[in-house]
């Protein structure tokens, strides 16, 4: 399968507590979104990148969440000090530079304590 | 702030029926996906609209972007429980960027 691969698919934790995931684009996407989705809510834009260098981060994304790609390839998304109300499904898609159409993956569940 | 409003926010019909649902902004956008979002998985990328005044046909699903590129509508025919779903769309204002979600239209077809 080449499509969208992110991990871990859920993960619970205890509030304060760090997490990070991961996200592997479509093999030739040189660019990565990362959106957060709370239920009965459409995705909310988090952050992008276009191969290693971050193009955009929304006001959403409070000092307390990180994101990486370091090599231009997979991406991380880390979250310090977790808090409840980061509880959401972490979407991540790609797509090709200056191309209108974003695949995501599975994204992962994240239940805060 | 670019915004889309969805409507009807839930739809329950029966197998068979057809069902409009109805995406709108104040804003023009360049272009408008539809995704179809099953419980505990991602968006499924349905289609792309470009062209003011465009019409897209998958199947039993015709897809409408207005003429001002400011709102879109989704109709399906015969509805059948294997589309229940969340139905979202989203709007882009350049290629590559950033998507602007609808809060989505929970779909339900019973048999």
């Known amino acids: 399968d080449t499509g969208v691969s992110q991990d871990p698919r859920h993960k619970i934790t205890k509030r304060g507590q760090n997490v990070t995931f991961r996200c592997d684009p479509i093999?030739?996407?040189?660019?990565l979104y990362w959106y957060r989705q709370t239920l009965g809510q459409g995705p909310e834009f988090l952050t992008y990148f276009q191969n290693e260098a971050q193009l955009e981060k929304s006001r959403l994304l409070s000092d307390r969440f990180s994101a990486e790609r370091p090599k231009g390839s997979f991406s991380t998304l880390e979250i310090q000090r977790t808090e409840q109300g980061d509880s959401a499904m972490y979407l991540c898609?790609?797509?090709?530079?200056?191309?209108?159409?974003?695949?995501f993956g599975p994204g992962t569940r994240l239940t805060v304590l | 702030t670019q915004l889309l409003e969805q409507s009807p926010q839930f739809l329950s019909i029966q197998e068979g029926e057809n069902l409009t649902v109805y995406c709108n902004s104040s804003s023009v956008f360049s272009s408008l996906q539809w995704y179809r979002q099953e419980p505990g998985e991602g968006p499924v990328l349905l289609v792309t609209v470009v062209t003011g005044g465009e019409v897209k046909k998958l199947k039993r699903l015709t897809f409408q972007f207005g003429d001002a590129r400011k709102d879109s509508s989704l109709h399906i025919t015969a509805a059948q429980p294997g589309d229940t779903g969340l139905y979202l769309c989203a709007g882009a204002n350049n290629q590559g960027g950033k998507l602007i979600f609808g809060q989505g239209t929970e779909l339900s077809v019973k048999p």
């Open positions: 898609a790609s797509s090709l530079s200056g191309g209108r159409e974003q695949f």
């Open positions: 093999s030739e996407h040189n660019r």
